[in-house]
């Protein structure tokens, strides 16, 4: 194998000679496909390549030096001097190989290896270089399990090389992979070391009583609720007056700000004016600002925070609630009418949401809860025709109050509307007074939709008093402002929160302060 391997060298270059190399014809022989193939005796080429001088016809200069190199036409140096250019004399090179095939084949007589070792017997590169075909290592490993002794007689100056026993016959490994002597090293605890924070045995949870949470006063809640708002508001006063005077610029821009918290241009005038007439060209801080402004929005809702009056000479007085879905109906009157049962007056409350089982449901069980009479149909009954009966019911029964709910509806619903309107027409049948109250929920979440919300219940109802609800979430109350300063409607009361007692008086100093951002 030398041998050839030093021919190799020498008539590398010469194209015509050279053999297909063993790795081409070990790949074509399983398949066979060269078999297959045309093979054409003169390929024809694109116009940029040329088959034309063989290889070394078109090589540049320094490439025509390389091939210079291995041409065998050159003259070889004399024996003494091949070794300064890196050569060996052929006749040393075969007389090598031919010592090298005699204990090769000595120690193949000689050898016996146990089974999952090979003999190594140095690299030969040329051979290792040549790809090694299935059916030759078969043939190998067939041949090595037939004719190898199971004892090994090995010469000291040839070393055995493993080729991966199973993981537990490997020299100092234990069956699982682990070094054997890690593993003698490691001591068998019987119950572990767990680090800092770990327990062992069963988990021990000792119930800890959980301390009531106080409850905020309603005005906190408030206060919470329009935290958003006011906070908004006062970081943009501070910003705006910081080392400013005040001028016609700064009271344009509070104007604007006013104007984006909902509050309305009428009470934004009234803020910017009376700040200008205290303060114009002087110093000014945020504080000042929001405790004018404070003072202006209690200024508007003092007229309209009024309580709820009852003309108990009608029996009953007859409260109809009415308002988009969701913004807190049935909920305000189960605190209507816990607050009033409480007081000692009989109520009556009348689902008049047909539409939604679940409201109907809901209102029954305030009922329940606060002693109320409860008058109910089935769903998707005339909620007219209910009022109806509910108001000759509650006549009947000499109750003080009478609450009437009715289904949510968006107030751009003209069919929906026109119910609304048939409702009231039916009540005041047998009353030309009734409905005596008629009152809109409004959700303090909303911006200026609340706006036109009123605009068209009123129309449509005759709403003459509100209730703002969730003033406790994060509220946008100062649409609150603006409704009261444009229909000067009552406001009654607000809900903070969906319980039975978090509904309060409307009171004009605690919102206008709650909005500025100020203590009660
Ligand atoms: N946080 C808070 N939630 C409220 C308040 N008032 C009502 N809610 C909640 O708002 C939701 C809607 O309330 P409802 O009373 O069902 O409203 P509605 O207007 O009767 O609804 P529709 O019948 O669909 O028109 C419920 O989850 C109530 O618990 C309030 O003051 N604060």
Redesign the pocket.
Known sequence: MALSFIKKVFTFGKPAEEPVPEAVERELEPNSRDEDLPIADDPVLPEEMDTAGGPAADVGEGEAEEADIVDETLPLPPVDQMSDFGLVPLSLLEAEAETRAISESEAEETLSVPSGYLPHQGVDRSEADAPVSIEETAEVTEALSEEIPAEIDVKEDISIQPISPPVGEMPGRTADGISSETAAEQPKLESPVLPKGFATGPAIVEPQPIAPQPKLSWFQRLRNGLARTSSQLTGQITALFTKRKLDDETLQDLEDLLIQADLGVETALRVTDTLASERYGKDVTGEDVSRIMASEIAKVLKPVAKPLQLDLSHKPHVILVV?????????????LAAKLSGAGLKVMVAAG?T??A??IE?LKIWAERTNSEFVGTKLGADAAGLAYDAFEQAKAKKCDVLIV?????LQNKAELMAELEKIVRVLGKLDPDAPHTVLQ?L??TTGQNALSQVEIFRNVAGVNGLIM?????TARGGILVAISAKHKLPVYF?????GVD??EPFEAEDFAHAIAGLPQ
Request: proline content about 0%.
């Open positions: 308002g988009v879905n969701g913004t807190g109906k049935t909920t305000t009157i189960g605190k949401d539409f939604r679940a409201a809901q709910d009715t289904a949510g509806r929920t959700d303090a609800t969730k003033l406790d979430g607000i809900g903070v929160g969906e978090d509904l």
